[in-house]
């Protein structure tokens, strides 16, 4: 149990476009899922975190308008990077999360976004 | 001061050794640890979570957690070539929105 997916796996767009990335719970109801980003030989960055029916909570310094984050049922959640530019270029990553004190954060595959 | 800090490595340890990876936290009322490995080009994969000062063994896997001490631990034995990887502490949050702290990882290198 406690599978995440993820799709696409990897996205190369222009400059300017949008991307949407889905992130789903196969197995589980996710209560809560969070999303993160990472550059190359770099820690993870959580970008924000989302509850169902709710709006995200996003970290400090992340642009809210430019990543549109929806958790519309307890099985999915979507990241959708606006305008994308190449410094937005990373590995994308979400977890998800049951309810529950002491429930574990169990992660999708990641999606490679390049933006040339 | 980091919050959850760990030792970058690599640490490097031979075919068969024990691989001992550690980290320290801030938050004195922290309640729930979590180790994750992370494959280079990969996503993090849970190894183990601990909640209770002491140990807690899955298979060649051990989690120690000392709360005095701000401490928690992953022991690795019979290490293997296929456990090189960054291993990465991470620690819920005690006040505001739920999330996970993690550290910066320490990567593991298994020498056959």
């Known amino acids: 149990g406690a599978v995440v997916s993820q799709h696409p796996s990897r996205v190369i767009c222009k400059s300017g476009t949008s991307v949407k990335i889905e992130c789903r719970s196969l197995?589980?109801?996710?209560?809560?899922m969070f999303w993160y980003r990472q550059f190359p030989k770099q820690s993870l960055m959580l970008m924000a975190t989302s509850n169902e029916g709710s709006k995200a909570t996003y970290e400090q310094g992340v642009e809210k308008d430019k990543f549109l984050i929806n958790h519309a049922s307890l099985t999915l959640s979507t990241l959708t990077v606006t305008s994308a530019h190449p410094e937005d270029s990373s590995f994308y990553i979400c977890s998800a999360r049951r309810s529950g004190a002491r429930s574990e954060q169990f992660f999708g595959p990641g999606t490679r976004l390049t933006v040339l | 001061q980091k919050e959850v800090e760990q030792n970058s490595g690599p640490l490097s340890v031979p075919e068969g050794a024990i691989a001992s990876l550690n980290c320290t936290y801030s938050d004195r009322g922290s309640q729930s640890f979590f180790w994750y490995r992370q494959y280079s080009g990969k996503s993090p994969e849970l190894i183990m979570s601990?909640?209770?000062?002491g140990d807690k063994e899955d298979g060649r896997f051990t989690a120690q957690l000392n709360k005095a001490s701000q401490y928690v631990s992953l022991l690795i034995r019979d290490s293997q070539p296929s456990d090189s990887a960054t291993y990465l502490c991470?620690?819920?949050?005690?006040?505001?929105?739920?999330?996970?702290?993690f550290g910066t990882g320490t990567r593991l290198k298994v020498l056959a």
């Open positions: 601990i909640y209770s000062n």
């Open positions: 197995d589980f109801q996710a209560t809560t």
């Open positions: 991470a620690v819920a949050t005690t006040s505001g929105t739920y999330k996970y702290i």
